[in-house]
């Protein structure tokens, strides 16, 4: 009988509406750049596309996992680090950023954090 179950879960016509989609558990947000070492300014963030996405929050985060910048909303999968927020960050530092997707004022979801440490 179980034989039976697990024939019929394979078998099963893949639901193009999965949660994924919808931005629930099982999608991910793919952060694409910054990564590892960073030798120049400014920083250029960088991830996927969302699906669902209306906006996006990129968050800059030190070792202490304190927030040193936030984009606030916006629609764009890039986003610059702006000079000023970019003279408080020190060389040889290690530092971590996360992307949050919103749809309308809903989350739908956060990524995991990324690290890059500068260096010159």
């Known amino acids: 009988?179980?034989?039976?179950?697990?024939?019929?879960?394979?078998?099963?016509?893949?639901?193009?509406?999965?949660?994924?989609?919808?931005?629930?558990?099982?999608?991910?947000?793919?952060?694409?750049?910054?990564?590892?070492?960073?030798?120049?300014?400014?920083?250029?963030?960088?991830?996927?596309?969302?699906?669902?996405?209306?906006?996006?929050?990129?968050?800059?985060l030190d070792e202490r996992l304190d927030i040193v910048w936030s984009s606030g909303r916006i629609r764009a999968t890039s986003r610059d680090l702006p000079p000023g927020p970019a003279k408080g960050l020190k060389m040889g530092a290690s530092y971590y950023w996360k992307v949050a997707v919103f749809s309308d004022d809903e989350i739908l979801q956060e990524s995991g954090l990324q690290s890059f440490q500068l260096q010159e």
Request: proline content about 8%; hydrophobic content about 50%; aromatic content about 8%.
């Open 1 to 60: 009988m179980i034989m039976a179950a697990i024939f019929l879960v394979l078998r099963a016509p893949l639901n193009k509406d999965s949660g994924a989609m919808r931005g629930e558990a099982g999608a991910a947000i793919v952060l694409l750049n910054p990564r590892g070492v960073q030798k120049k300014l400014p920083l250029h963030f960088e991830w996927q596309p969302y699906p669902g996405a209306e906006t996006y929050e990129v968050k800059v």
